[in-house]
């Protein structure tokens, strides 16, 4: 029989030095995976972690107002001073922001304002009136710095999410408002006190901070300072003017809202009891559409229909309680709350309509700081009118009439354009 013909496998030879740099090299990359995965992670609770001290500082004042101002014997007008500071403080030091950043680092300046944030919150029951006005001034500017960069720090950590990260920001943001409304009753009751009650809150702002930094330490996204186009103003821009109309109109309407319409249903027949329960569903009802609307929208080239789908609602709410508040006030604050949740998408096109994170904070800037002289106005017109005419006709009408300019500006600001 013929020999068998073994044919053997070709002899490869091993290089001790390459394979050994290819192993390195893998196990480099799978170290900096893990890393980013941490750092990323870290991140996103320190973005979390900060929307949530965005609001209680203001709304955990409102259940307890007229405990405070008894307490310290200060007027009516005291009060309506300590209500209007956290506006104007949004709209007078949230433009320095960028400029601040630029100098200092977003890092360093978002952690500068959590810790003026929780200053704030325990310099303010510490004496008379007037303490308490200054301290809701100094922790107001802590929040007016965090509320115009965060954008910033969405645009820029997370380009490819903007619309889920937007989201969860503003959820986040809108459930700390929830708490401060929800908690301060039961904290005035546990702490036998209003003082300590107030002054709690400096503890998330804290934590805040703390897990800021070790964020800012572990990540390599950006953080630092703003690009250098900062010598360009939007003022000029008219896009810019769009969403900063948008944006101060649809905050208007909620201010309007959280001030005035518990007296609206109380007026209609509603108890206060269950009042207070319509405006807790009110808040509650933003924290979904926040989670799943502006990462929906965020992957369209055109937030407009979004924007204006979410306007109709709020209209339709709007009309009921113009024309039969008592009938159905369960429909309309469900109805006025999926309009009031188009403040995600105010925000998630703030980020969408500037190319780069200079821009961005100059938009957000211009948006927050104007837009919130817009709203201040709000309250105080609804007021007038209702003292002039004696009913909540004209008042209402004129509050439909802003939300239909703000459907057609954040219609505008919704089409895929940069300022």
């Known amino acids: 029989m013929p020999a068998e013909n073994h044919m053997s496998p070709p002899t490869t030879t091993r290089r001790p030095g390459r394979e050994t740099a290819l192993e390195t090299a893998l196990e480099t990359g799978l170290r900096n995976s893990r890393t980013g995965r941490v750092a990323d992670g870290l991140l996103m609770v320190a973005v979390v972690l900060t929307a949530l001290n965005l609001r209680p500082a203001i709304t955990s004042i409102g259940p307890l107002l007229d405990e405070v101002r008894g307490s310290l014997g200060a007027s009516e007008t005291w009060a309506g001073l300590l209500t209007t500071i956290p506006v104007l403080c949004f709209a007078v030091a949230g433009p320095a922001a960028p400029t601040l950043a630029r100098r200092a680092g977003m890092t360093t300046t978002i952690g500068a304002a959590l810790a003026v944030l929780a200053c704030g919150l325990v310099v303010r029951p510490l004496d008379g009136s007037l303490m308490v006005l200054a301290g809701t001034l100094i922790a107001a500017v802590g929040i007016a710095f965090i509320a115009v960069l965060m954008p910033v720090v969405v645009k820029g950590s997370y380009p490819n999410r903007i619309g889920l990260m937007t989201g969860i920001y503003t959820a986040a943001l809108q459930f700390g408002s929830v708490l401060g409304f929800a908690l301060a009753p039961p904290l005035n009751v546990a702490f036998g006190a209003w003082r300590p009650a107030l002054a709690v809150w400096a503890v998330l702002a804290v934590l805040a901070l703390l897990v800021w930094l070790g964020a800012a330490k572990k990540s390599n996204v950006t953080l630092a300072a703003t690009p250098a186009d900062a010598d360009r103003s939007l003022l000029a821009s008219p896009l810019a003017w769009i969403v900063t109309v948008f944006f101060g109109l649809q905050a208007l309407i909620a201010f309007v809202v959280i001030g005035w319409l518990p007296q609206v249903l109380m007026d209609a027949g509603v108890s206060r009891g269950d009042a207070g329960l319509l405006m807790a569903l009110l808040s509650l009802i933003a924290l979904p559409i926040s989670l799943l609307v502006p ?125």
């Open 295 to 419: 990462p929906l929208a965020g992957r369209q080239n055109s937030q407009a229909g979004w924007i204006v789908g979410l306007g109709v609602c709020g209209l339709a709410g709007l009309t009921g309680l113009l024309l039969a508040p008592g009938a159905a006030p369960l429909l309309w604050v469900v109805l006025l709350g999926l309009g009031m949740s188009v403040f995600s998408l105010a925000l998630t096109t703030i980020a969408l309509r500037a190319r780069t994170s200079g821009d961005t904070a100059k938009l957000s800037g211009m948006a927050q700081g104007f837009g919130y002289l817009i709203a201040a106005a709000g309250p105080f017109l609804f007021g007038l009118l209702r003292d002039m005419t004696g009913n909540w006709t004209v008042p209402f009408l004129m509050l439909i009439g802003v939300l239909l300019v703000q459907i057609g500006a954040g219609a505008l600001a919704g089409r895929p354009r940069y300022v």
